[in-house]
Every structure is written in C-alpha cells, then in structure tokens.
C-alpha cells in the first residue's frame, strides 16, 4: 500500500536547524553518520576557540536545562475563536491567549524573519511578580492545567519571592529561552527592546548580550517615568526612571531616529530656493587653532561690521563671500547682533536626527489615565505603559506597514499605540501579542467587572480602542456631510449676492466687503473639508480589527511518546477517533495554516470540487480537503489544479487502500510535489 507523509504537528525542531546551520558553514566538521565531531569543529576554527579553564560569561543555575526546553517541540496549536475577534476576514492583527513559551514554539515556522519589531515589558522580578514555571515535556500540560483547561478548577502559580535562594536564577530561566525563540522571528534588519527596571538589568543585559551579541547592543534607553521625586524613599533617592534595552538581530537592526522638527522651515522673503531656517554660524576653535576662521565679518550692502567671536566663524573667508554673494547670510540690523546663516530645507541630508536615549517626555501617570478614561474610570490592571511612549520608540523603528510582536503584553498597550499611530499617519502597522490568561486578583475592581483574566482586559482594551477610533471616523463623517452642505450654502449665497451687485468696472477693484468675508468663509470651509477628508482616510487605510486565538492541545490527536505503558493502549483506543471531539473545520484549518508555515491571518477561500468542500490556502498554494471520506473524483479534481501542496485526513482513506494508493499515484501523475496527510 502506497504511504503518504505525514505533515509534523508540533513545532519545528530548534536542534536540528541549528544543527543543518553548522552543517553548511563547517561541512568538515561532521562525520559519515551526520554527527557533530567537536575536535575537527575545533581543528577548523583555531585560535578563535576558547577552551581555558576560566571564562567570562553569564552563568545561572538551570542554563542548562534553558537550552532543552528551547529544544522540547510544542504539540499544542492555537484555536480559532472568532466570536472574540474584531473583523476577521479582514485583519492581519492577531491577539493571542497562551503561554508566551508555547507560542513562540508553534509562530516559529511561520513567522521566521517576518517581524521588524519586538516591544516586551516582562515581569521585572520585584518580588511580587509571578514567574511561569516551565516543564519541558509538560508545557502544555501545564498551562492547560493552569487555565482550568485539563481540570475544572485551575490554579494559581505563586509569586517568586526575592528571599528565595534562587531568585535571580528563576527570572533568567524564564526569560532566556523565550528570548531565544522570539530572536528566530525578527527580520535581519529587526530590533527588540525590552523594558526593564534596576532589579534585572544587569543581566537582561549580560543575557541580551550572549542571545544576540554584544555587536548588536543599539543603546540602553533611559525613561524618566516619575516627574514628581519620591518623597517616601527609604534611602534618601529617589528613583525616577526605568531601561529600554535595544538590541539588533543583526548588525543592520539600526534606528532610524527622531524625525526632524520641519515646523522651524519657512519662507518669510520669498527666497526662490524655498523654506530655510536661520542656523547659528560660529565656530568651534581658537585663534590659534584656526586662525583662517577668525576674521570681522562686513555686510556689504549696509557697510556694517561683525566683530569675530571668541570661537571664529564656521567658513573660512572665501566659502562665506560666496554664501553672501549667494544671499544666504542674514545680516542683523545692529553691529551687536551676530550674522547668521540660511539653512535650506531643500539641503536637508534625512529627515531625521539622532533619537535621545533619554526618553522624558511622557509619563507613568499618563499611561493610568489612559486606561481609566477606556475603562469607565476604573483601575483594572497595574502598571501598564503610556501608548505614547511605546509610539515613540516604535516611531523610531517600524516603517507604515512593519509588524510588531509583543509577548507579555497586559492591558495591550502595544495594541493601542499601534492602532493610534495609524491612525495619525495612515500607516497599516500591524501586531501580533501574547498573553497568559492570569487570573485577576479577586476582589479586584476588574474581577467585580466580570473579566476573569488579563487576557480579557486586553482584549477588551483592543475593541474599545477600535470603537473609539470608529466613532472618529463617524463624527469626521458627518463633519464631511456638514462642511458639504455649508459650502453648497455658501455658493449659492454667492450667487445671489453676487447678482444683486452693480457691475465691477475694473476687475482689480476692491470686492465689497460682505463678499470678501463670503468668500474667506469657503476658503476657512474648503481647508476644514479637507482636513475632514484626509483624516478620515487615514483611518480608513488602519487594520481596524484583530484575530484571537488561545492555545491548545492539537485538533488531531497526536502520538505521546512519552506515555507510560498502561497509557498505551488507552492511547491506541483514542487514536481510533483521531480528530480530537469538538474540533472545527476552522480551527483544524487554521492549525494546518500554522504547521504547514502559513501565517495565521493567510486568505483561504473555500471551492467545491467534486461536490466535496477543498479549502484553497493563498491563491492555491495549499489545497486542504477535511472530508471524510474521500473519493476518487476529489483527489483527482485536486490534483489536475496542480497546487505545490495538497493535506487531506488520514480518516478520508478509511478502510480503502486502493483510494490512497491511487490517490498518491495522480498526485504524481499532475506533478504535485507534496502530498501530505494529517
Ligand atoms: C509588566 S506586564 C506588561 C504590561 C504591558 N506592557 C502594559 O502596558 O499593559 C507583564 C505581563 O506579562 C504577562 N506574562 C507573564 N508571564 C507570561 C507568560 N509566560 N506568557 C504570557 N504572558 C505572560 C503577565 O500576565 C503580565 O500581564
């Protein structure tokens, strides 16, 4: 009987690519048998090995095992649920509700390279922050225990309490391997900031610089995040800031900066060469540094002279004659005023200027507002960011269409200074976050609300972000509707005025005022029309919705290796039924999506071919048929639109071999190289 491959379930195996990474740049380094022989790894890299017994590093109980949980493959997926989604045919935006660890194993395939941005604000390890504990082989088991999925009740993790020997160790755990994976999904020109305080930065930074090397640090940001001193401070400072640590991926994982302020250019005089801004023109050395620099300057047309400052000018003599000649100096009025120089806008080398790293204009107590006025006035979580902080680095970062992932993303503060960064620029940036379902503390003003988790708080921020931005939209609207009207009545009180005036002997003479202040009343209209108009298509061109999707164990019962032996035979029975009970066709869909390395948000369009239902994936570049059971005419049908993949049920072969053997065969026959089942 012919055999078709199976399509893998669980996430990509991280070894075995890094491994085929070292393959292809030290092919010497590997035996007959494919293994890794360290001694000629070693004999190919000579002096760059360092092998003494002392090394500089950061080193932490666990590391170890940090490296066989990046190792372990998640056999969970991530579920559709639309009903808490916002516009899902149409979004790219996507919010998941999972353990970050999880999902950034099963994102691996596909989005590898396709992030240009990271923005992470982890737990800080204060002490009262909870640290997920993971288990390698027991991740999903967990979670899904932790979330109630697996028994009725759920539980709580406890905090990681700064008098536990292992504290710091615990919070390295957690955050490296996580680190670890997200680095795979940035694009090679990608850069990742993480906010932190001064309880971790020392290693977030020593552990930053082994995931991504040293070569790649960009700059450590500070945020002046408290405007008033904390009076209550037990050791006399007060601490008003917090970090942002970029790195790159690569090299080329560069800012672009903060954009120039082009307000400062205008053109008062007319100047033919355009806008300008007036620019200081002193120098910066001595007389006897720079003794062709230091001269008394005469505006040739007043006879006035400059007397040369201390510091001399910036050109020498014969450059500055031919800026004056060039009408590029602006001579002040008085011998006291210094002469300085035109600066053109048309001459303006980039847009932008070095991006400070000290961020001070946006604080804490914004961010509390922010949500309070989303959320009724209420305080439901603590300690969220201001969106505009995150919009300002993310200014500096992505370009109008980049996509941004945030891991620990709370309240959705990323999701916000997204949408709203869209919002004034027209730009369709997109994000993915991922957020556990923490509980809410009970009693809280958010459990008394009815959210049971954070996730809820986040996802509820996103849709009222979005209604609050389409409620602008509405309002621009009829502002538009409005400023037509008011202009069609004001054409026709021209008209009539116009009419009802003598005729104008000359046409330069002067219109009667009550048509003068007429006419500026169209003009003031026309400009707030526009306004209207351009506004309101900015946030037309915004993804004003988003996916939501939480983790999950496999729609198709996968084979645990692991099982005890009792548990065997419990798991041949299950397997029997091999698609898991309630499973739907969206959600086998949209797994065989993510397996298969197609993002989450890929179109898929349905056709019917042969009377059977066959999901069309990006144009045809995967044919899905769920059907069971299959026929002849189907796989046919399938296979003469020749499409580079084709997945059907294993079930859809039930107890007929020839249908599958004949399957594989015009599978062949109409060059369709992969043919999968599940
Ligand atoms: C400091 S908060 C982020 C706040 C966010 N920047 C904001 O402005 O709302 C960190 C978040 O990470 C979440 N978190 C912690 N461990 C996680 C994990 N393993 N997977 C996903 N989220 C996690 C926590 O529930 C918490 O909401």
């Known amino acids: 009987m012919a055999e078709i491959e199976k399509l893998p379930l669980s996430s990509p195996d991280i070894k075995t690519g890094q491994i085929e990474k070292l393959k292809s740049l030290f092919p ?52 559709p649920s639309p009903e808490e989604s916002l516009n899902w045919d149409t979004t790219q935006n996507l919010f998941l509700e999972a353990d970050n660890l999880e999902a950034l194993k099963l994102l691996q395939k596909s989005y590898y390279g396709k992030v240009k941005m990271i923005y992470i604000d982890p737990p800080y390890n204060t002490g009262k922050d909870f640290i997920y504990p993971d288990r390698y082989a027991e991740n999903l088991r967990t979670y899904l225990a932790y979330t109630g999925q697996a028994n009725d009740e759920g539980y709580r993790f406890t905090t990681n309490p700064d008098t536990d020997g292992r504290f710091h160790s615990r919070w390295l755990n957690m955050m490296y391997p996580r680190l670890f994976l997200a680095k795979n999904l940035l694009r090679d020109d990608g850069v990742i900031f993480v906010s932190i305080d001064d309880n971790e930065v020392i290693n977030l930074r020593a552990m ?87 001269y008394d300057l005469e505006d040739p047309s007043t006879k006035i002279v400059y007397p040369c400052p201390p510091t001399g000018w910036r050109y020498e003599k014969k450059r500055m004659s031919t800026l004056i000649e060039n009408k590029e100096i602006i001579f002040p009025k008085t011998v006291e005023g210094r002469p300085r120089r035109k600066k053109f806008l048309k001459d303006l080398q980039s847009d932008f200027t070095g991006f400070s790293t000290v961020l001070n204009t946006v604080f804490n107590t914004q961010a509390t507002r922010e949500l309070r006025s989303l959320f009724d006035d209420k305080e439901y979580f603590d300690f969220p960011k201001p969106w505009e902080l995150l919009a300002l680095v993310f200014k500096t970062v992505v370009d109008e269409d980049d996509l941004i992932l945030d891991f620990f993303s709370g309240s959705s503060t990323t999701a916000h200074a997204v949408l709203d960064l869209n919002k004034t620029d027209g730009g369709n940036r997109r994000f993915i976050l ?17 959210y049971r988790s954070i996730a809820d708080i986040g996802k509820e921020r996103i849709r009222r972000v979005i209604a609050r931005i389409e409620a602008e939209a509405k309002d621009l609207a009829q502002k538009i509707s409005a400023t037509l009207a008011t202009l069609a009545a004001l054409a026709e009180e021209e008209k009539t005025l116009r009419a009802s005036l003598p005729p104008q002997l000359f046409s ?74 309630g499973s739907t066709e969206q959600a086998m869909l949209c797994e065989l999506l993510l397996k298969s390395g197609f993002t989450l948000t890929t179109p898929v369009g349905r056709l019917t071919l042969a009377g059977k239902t066959v999901w069309s994936v990006d144009g045809g570049s995967m044919l899905v048929c769920l059907e069971r059971p299959l026929t002849q005419e189907v796989t046919r049908a399938m296979a003469a639109m020749q499409p580079p993949r084709v997945v059907v049920l294993d079930e859809g072969f039930k107890d007929n071999d020839p249908l599958k053997t004949n399957a594989v065969q015009v599978m062949r026959s109409h060059g369709v190289e992969d043919f999968r089942t599940v």
């Open 28 to 79: 010497e380094a590997f035996t007959e048998g494919g293994k890794l022989d360290f001694d000629r790894l070693r004999a190919s890299l000579g002096d760059a090995v360092d092998d003494g017994p002392e090394r500089f590093g950061l080193s932490w109980p666990g590391k170890r095992d940090c490296f066989r949980l990046i190792q372990e493959p998640s056999t969970g997926t991530l579920l």
């Open 208 to 294: 930053m610089n082994e995931v991504f090397g040293e070569e790649n640090f960009v700059a450590s940001f500070i945020w002046k995040r408290r405007q008033n001193v904390d009076s209550r401070s037990k050791n006399g400072a007060s601490t008003d800031h917090e970090y942002l640590i970029c790195y790159g991926k690569t090299p080329s994982g560069v800012l672009k900066g903060a954009e120039k302020d082009l307000t400062k250019y205008s053109n008062p005089d007319d100047d033919p060469k355009g806008d300008w801004m007036s620019a200081d023109m002193t120098g910066l050395a001595t007389k006897d540094q720079r003794p062709n620099l230091h």
């Open 434 to 450: 991922v957020q556990l379902p923490e509980p809410v503390e009970e009693n809280s003003e958010a459990a008394k609300a009815g």
């Open 508 to 581: 330069d003479a002067a219109l009667p005022k009550e048509l003068t202040k007429l006419i500026e009343k169209q003009q003031k209209a026309h400009e707030e029309l526009e306004q209207a108009q351009e506004q309101l298509e900015r946030i037309r061109q915004g993804d004003l919705g988003f996916r939501v999707f939480r983790l999950g164990e496999s729609n198709f019962k996968t084979w645990d290796g692991d099982l005890e032996r009792e548990d065997l035979t419990k798991q041949l029975e299950l397997a029997l039924d091999y698609i898991r009970p």
